[in-house]
């Protein structure tokens, strides 16, 4: 029976014909391939050709960049952390840089953070801690470090991300390669991906959106998130703009603000942390509403300037928000179309269609993992996610697109990310009405 299955599978795309499935999978051919696979493909191609002038000019940075010694302030705004905090600290003092100040901001703890961090800071092991006895959010906390920060970068970390050994002098050294260069963004990876397969699904995604993802957008000069786990900043830059405003999403608002300085916003795959991914379901959801909510919140609302014709426009923050909106917003509202249309008008080759459909995007997958495993200084660790790569379609095709579009109804018609329990109530209302 299986047998007779799959012969009448292959009589079907046989009749159907090469055309006839592109057409039938236009949304994936036309839509999806060519900004996903071909060009990353193209722009990673470029980008580790080898030149012996690109690494010459690395080089030199890095020797720049050790020559002047310049102190850099860690930051650790948190609340609850009490569990990272001395896993993080310690292997911050085993970084290969060391010209380092820490500082850690806990948020209104109520757990046991606040007598670890005074053991700490008692035995030199972090230079300046802060509590606010009432949660101000993480925008709040974030800030406070800014002002008693005194170096001339600032790395900003989530405490429950841990880092590979040169991660620090990774992450600054673009900033010696191009003087234009506002804020350099950390490659992050999933630390917990055997967890659960929910936290592999989401190790494959980390990979293939931020590892390459966002190597491709930086080279093409539009990469507009600067992750809060793992990111440096210019001190000065940060002044400018009077630190953090109050999120969901204030990391990707303050990378906007610094491209909108007229700022470069580099991205350094060398620069790794590993972050701790949600691995039940209702957490991952909860994540995803309020990261979907802030694309509408920042960047459809608070910085639509972007796509006015002022004196501040520039074509690569035009491309940088346009990419993210147009491909995450205008083609999620087109998929459903897409998916009722594909069903309606085939219902009588579904039993076909469904297998073809996950080859098809499985094949795609399979593709964008090998080239992130080309890449990746991890690539015996991150074999074992191959065997999940199949239901990436689900996850990535039916299950984010779903929480997506949940989020960006609710924050378009009830501004609900106003109401998230991630910032405290009395920060959000202050939000909403000065319109952050």
Known sequence: MLFGFWEDFFYYIQHEGFERIINLFWYFFYLEAPRFILMDLIVLA????PSKKRKLKYEAAR????????????????????????????????????????????????????TICRNLKQNGLIDIYLRNEERGG???????????????????????????????????????????????????????????????????????????????????????????????????????????????????DITVKIRKLGFKVAFEHRAVGLTQVPVTLNKLSNQRLRWSKSLIRFRFRKHNDIFMPSQAFTFSNFFALFDNIFYNLILDVLWFYYFVDLIVNNLEFLLFIIPLKLIIYSVSSYIQFFVVLSLSERRRQEMRLLYYIPLMMVYNGYYMRIIRSMAYVKEIFWYSSYNDAWNPAKSSKKAKEFGL
Do not use: C
């Open 46 to 49: 470029v980008i580790v050709w």
């Open 63 to 114: 020797n720049a960049f050790f020559a002047e010694n310049p102190l850099i302030s860690i930051i650790v705004p948190g609340k609850n952390e009490g569990e990272h905090i001395f896993a993080l600290v310690t292997g911050f003092r085993e970084q290969t840089y060391s010209n380092i100040e820490f500082i850690i901001v806990d948020d209104g703890s109520t757990d046991d953070t606040y």
């Open 138 to 252: 993480k925008a709040s906390a974030a800030n406070l470090a800014l002002r008693y920060a005194t170096g001339k970068y600032i790395v900003h970390v989530d405490a429950d991300t841990s880092f590979d050994r040169d991660a620090i002098e990774s992450i600054i050294i673009p900033f010696y390669l191009d003087s234009r260069v506002g804020a350099v963004g950390g490659n992050i990876k999933v630390r917990n991906s055997k967890d659960s397969i929910l936290s592999s699904l989401q190790a494959i995604e980390y990979l293939q959106t931020i590892s390459v993802g966002r190597m491709v957008t930086a080279y093409l000069g539009i990469y507009k998130i600067v992750s809060g786990a793992f990111g440096a900043f210019r001190r000065d830059l940060l002044d400018r703009l009077g630190g953090w405003d109050i999120g969901p999403g204030l990391d990707g």
